[in-house]
């Protein structure tokens, strides 16, 4: 067993690691609560360890225990997606700093930077929950912690991290309410125990990492074939039009007494060709006795032969990189604005309202902070706004301020109608502090409800949800389930009425028919007295309608 290890051996480790989340992405999705087809854990935690594989599997040579971490927390850090990925990349940001200055850990070094990197997520969220993975990682690191103590083995620090985060996994459905609604575990905790068990799986010896793919030959080497094993010089397609009856099967023939690789389609009114020889004029001749040629052409194989592997062999220019993040660009007005969502038509109105900046993503999609951050640097202003949109982006915006010189203010709009209101609110050239409060004032004014469907049968909170079902949400609490559209009015109506709206404005998906649209939209505003009913095409993926009510 080992009693310490060195730069390779974490490397391993770590993609071990991913390579879990991989497998187990849609199993860790699944243990999200609702039977909502949103569940985003799995996904977000593999795209954000995903971001450190890819740059510990460029690295040919690992370096120390100090610079494997370092590297991982930094790709973390730019590659964090949801609430889950920013928490992971917390975690391992504190292993990091626990681990610095290291060229290899010892058990009791590797123990104490694991709780090193539960204090960072700690510290990072507002308002830490327990049930959740930060549990998890906090159960897992005092294991850690007691065990290097007593053993200067690796394995078997990490094998009580593993059985003391398991036992704290198991107590999550009976430490977070609506876990224990739903009979479930922690997604986010699952996933780190998956984690966990592969890096001890790493240390073991009993799994390796994968390849990446295509890492055994990106490229086909050219300088590998000599001129002389090129046969025949001339690649010569042509499509001739029939003038007579004459059978293909001829043409075939001839073609295979002065060439190869033939490739011959004998169509109603028409014969294509593709052959390599030595003689295209004769090939042509003969193709002409069936009748017009319609298109031709003749390349050189030994000259494209020679013209790549001249490129090939000359200096590679260098490959832009594609997570640099791009310079602050120079301030030309003092407040600016980035918002996050997903649909063409909500970007469009995103635009209209005055955002400099649209990220793709929302719920399943969640973009990354250095999908963010490029936003923000790319907009033209010394103070910028961020709306993320949802309650899993707003700690991935979060971390963006500190890694620029811009001013960022994010606010945590946690749906795109709260977006939009607050955005309506834009004064381009206000005080920042001043639209920081009209922003926020405006979020607490509306109220987002959600239609999808229904991915599974379910039962919550004693409602009997079957598949298929319109499956309905406001500000993220079940309102209900319908068969179809005449019951998904009348159950929304009351939970509308109540609220007492002026304005009631209704986006539709991508999957909805404009016609059905205008249907709903109809009907739902005829149920709600004086309130104004407008209906905007939203474009968006996963949820049928979002319906604004302020």
Do not use: W
């Given at each position: 067993?080992?009693?310490?290890?060195?730069?390779?051996?974490?490397?391993?480790?770590?993609?071990?690691?991913?390579?879990?989340?991989?497998?187990?992405?849609?199993?860790?999705?699944?243990?999200?609560?609702?039977?909502?087809?949103?569940?985003?854990?799995?996904?977000?935690?593999?795209?954000?360890?995903?971001?450190?594989?890819?740059?510990?599997?460029?690295?040919?040579?690992?370096?120390?225990?100090?610079?494997?971490?370092?590297?991982?927390?930094?790709?973390?850090?730019?590659?964090?997606?949801?609430?889950?990925?920013?928490?992971?990349?917390?975690?391992?940001?504190?292993?990091?700093?626990?681990?610095?200055?290291?060229?290899?850990?010892?058990?009791?070094?590797?123990?104490?930077?694991?709780?090193?990197?539960?204090?960072?997520?700690?510290?990072?969220?507002?308002?830490?929950?327990?049930?959740?993975?930060?549990?998890?990682?906090?159960?897992?690191?005092?294991?850690?912690?007691?065990?290097?103590?007593?053993?200067?083995?690796?394995?078997?620090?990490?094998?009580?991290?593993?059985?003391?985060?398991?036992?704290?996994?198991?107590?999550?459905?009976?430490?977070?309410?609506?876990?224990?609604?739903?009979?479930?575990?922690?997604?986010?905790?699952?996933?780190?125990?998956?984690?966990?068990?592969?890096?001890?799986?790493?240390?073991?010896?009993?799994?390796t990492a994968s390849a990446a793919p295509g890492a055994a030959k990106a490229k086909a080497d050219f300088s590998a074939i000599a001129d002389e094993d090129i046969k025949f010089t001339?690649?010569?397609?042509?499509?001739?039009?029939?003038?007579?009856?004459?059978?293909?099967?001829?043409?075939?023939?001839?073609?295979?007494?002065?060439?190869?690789?033939?490739?011959?389609?004998?169509?109603?009114?028409?014969?294509?060709?593709?052959?390599?020889?030595?003689?295209?004029?004769?090939?042509?001749?003969?193709?002409?006795?069936?009748?017009?040629?319609?298109?031709?052409?003749?390349?050189?194989?030994?000259?494209?032969?020679?013209?790549?592997?001249?490129?090939?062999?000359?200096?590679?220019?260098?490959?832009?990189?594609?997570?640099?993040?791009?310079?602050?660009?120079?301030?030309?007005?003092?407040?600016?604005?980035?918002?996050?969502?997903?649909?063409?038509?909500?970007?469009?109105?995103?635009?209209?309202?005055?955002?400099?900046?649209?990220?793709?993503?929302?719920?399943?999609?969640?973009?990354?902070?250095?999908?963010?951050?490029?936003?923000?640097?790319?907009?033209?202003?010394?103070?910028?706004?961020?709306?993320?949109?949802?309650?899993?982006?707003?700690?991935?915006?979060?971390?963006?301020?500190?890694?620029?010189?811009?001013?960022?203010?994010?606010?945590?709009?946690?749906?795109?109608?709260?977006?939009?209101?607050?955005?309506?609110?834009?004064?381009?050239?206000?005080?920042?502090?001043?639209?920081?409060?009209?922003?926020?004032?405006?979020?607490?004014?509306?109220?987002?409800?959600?239609?999808?469907?229904?991915?599974?049968?379910?039962?919550?909170?004693?409602?009997?949800?079957?598949?298929?079902?319109?499956?309905?949400?406001?500000?993220?609490?079940?309102?209900?389930?319908?068969?179809?559209?005449?019951?998904?009015?009348?159950?929304?109506?009351?939970?509308?009425?109540?609220?007492?709206?002026?304005?009631?404005?209704?986006?539709?998906?991508?999957?909805?028919?404009?016609?059905?649209?205008?249907?709903?939209?109809?009907?739902?505003?005829?149920?709600?007295?004086?309130?104004?009913?407008?209906?905007?095409?939203?474009?968006?993926?996963?949820?049928?309608?979002?319906?604004?009510?302020?």
């Amino acid at each position: 067993m080992r009693e310490h290890i060195d730069g390779a051996a974490l490397r391993e480790m770590l993609l071990c690691a991913y390579d879990a989340l991989e497998a187990n992405e849609q199993a860790i999705n699944e243990l999200n609560v609702f039977p909502v087809p949103d569940g985003d854990t799995g996904t977000n935690m593999r795209l954000t360890m995903g971001s450190a594989a890819t740059e510990l599997r460029q690295k040919q040579t690992p370096g120390t225990v100090t610079e494997t971490a370092a590297q991982t927390a930094s790709a973390l850090l730019r590659g964090a997606r949801g609430n889950s990925g920013v928490i992971l990349s917390l975690l391992f940001r504190g292993l990091s700093k626990g681990l610095k200055g290291l060229e290899t850990a010892t058990a009791e070094d590797y123990a104490k930077a694991m709780t090193s990197g539960v204090e960072a997520a700690y510290k990072a969220v507002m308002k830490p929950a327990e049930g959740t993975i930060l549990t998890v990682s906090r159960l897992a690191a005092e294991a850690a912690v007691a065990k290097a103590k007593e053993s200067a083995y690796m394995e078997e620090t990490i094998y009580a991290a593993l059985e003391a985060g398991k036992a704290a996994l198991d107590d999550t459905v009976n430490q977070n309410p609506v876990l224990k609604k739903a009979g479930v575990v922690d997604a986010g905790g699952y996933g780190y125990i998956l984690m966990l068990e592969a890096m001890l799986g790493s240390l073991e010896g009993r799994i390796t990492a994968s390849a990446a793919p295509g890492a055994a030959k990106a490229k086909a080497d050219f300088s590998a074939i000599a001129d002389e094993d090129i046969k025949f010089t001339y690649c010569t397609e042509f499509i001739v039009r029939k003038a007579n009856k004459k059978s293909a099967d001829r043409l075939r023939a001839f073609l295979g007494t002065i060439g190869d690789s033939i490739v011959l389609v004998d169509e109603d009114d028409i014969i294509k060709v593709h052959v390599h020889t030595n003689v295209p004029g004769r090939v042509l001749t003969q193709a002409l006795t069936y009748g017009a040629l319609m298109t031709v052409k003749i390349e050189n194989m030994r000259e494209q032969h020679t013209s790549l592997e001249e490129k090939q062999a000359a200096p590679a220019e260098e490959e832009a990189d594609p997570h640099a993040i791009p310079d602050p660009v120079p301030a030309e007005k003092p407040v600016g604005t980035v918002c996050v969502c997903a649909g063409d038509g909500l970007e469009e109105l995103f635009r209209q309202l005055g955002a400099d900046g649209i990220v793709s993503g929302g719920q399943t999609m969640n973009p990354s902070t250095e999908d963010i951050l490029k936003a923000v640097n790319l907009t033209p202003a010394e103070t910028v706004f961020v709306f993320p949109n949802n309650k899993n982006i707003i700690m991935a915006a979060e971390q963006c301020i500190p890694m620029t010189t811009k001013k960022v203010i994010v606010i945590p709009s946690r749906s795109v109608c709260q977006g939009i209101s607050a955005m309506m609110r834009l004064t381009p050239d206000g005080d920042p502090e001043e639209l920081k409060a009209e922003f926020t004032d405006a979020l607490a004014s509306v109220h987002t409800i959600q239609v999808t469907y229904a991915a599974r049968d379910s039962e919550f909170d004693g409602h009997t949800i079957k598949a298929g079902e319109y499956l309905t949400l406001m500000d993220g609490q079940l309102v209900g389930s319908f068969a179809d559209t005449d019951a998904l009015v009348s159950g929304l109506e009351p939970a509308i009425s109540g609220l007492q709206p002026e304005f009631v404005t209704v986006y539709y998906g991508q999957d909805v028919a404009e016609a059905d649209a205008e249907s709903f939209s109809d009907a739902l505003g005829a149920n709600l007295g004086e309130a104004e009913t407008s209906l905007i095409r939203g474009g968006q993926p996963v949820y049928y309608y979002m319906i604004s009510v302020e």
